[in-house]
């Protein structure tokens, strides 16, 4: 699978982006998927994550009700709408792709075998 993020730009404080993510897996229904991202200097941390079906979502409490995560399994689409950004939303933005149910576990790197190669949010005040 192969997975291809964009989107990412410049952005002033308060402003918005959305970031999509084109999949090429034959049975992209069967992914579960998610954002994750990498400031400058820290680790990459779990961001939002959407289900199979595109109906259960999760985010981290850093943009929960600014950030919203969508899927379009018909176009083999995730999406990230980022509302209301802050200055600490600056970073490396990831796609990820798990084969499978990742459960209670979707919060962790390890379960997503596959990767997109990052776009980059800078936000400037």
């Known amino acids: 699978v192969q997975l291809q993020a964009s989107g990412g730009g410049l952005v002033q404080t308060g402003g918005s982006l959305r970031l999509s993510c084109a999949a090429s897996?034959?049975?992209?229904?069967?992914?579960?998927m998610a954002w994750f991202r990498q400031a400058p200097g820290k680790e990459r941390e779990f961001v939002a994550r959407v289900s199979m079906n595109g109906i259960s979502t999760y985010y981290a409490d850093s943009v929960k009700g600014r950030f919203t995560v969508a899927r379009d399994n018909g176009k083999n689409l995730v999406y990230l709408q980022m509302n209301s950004l802050k200055l600490e939303d600056t970073a490396v933005y990831y796609c990820?792709?798990?084969?499978?149910?990742?459960?209670?576990?979707?919060?962790?790197?390890?379960?997503?075998?596959?990767w997109g190669q990052g776009t980059l949010v800078t936000v400037s005040s």
């Open positions: 897996a034959r049975t992209f229904s069967n992914y579960d």
């Open positions: 990820a792709a798990s084969f499978g149910i990742v459960g209670q576990r979707f919060r962790l790197e390890e379960v997503y075998q596959y």
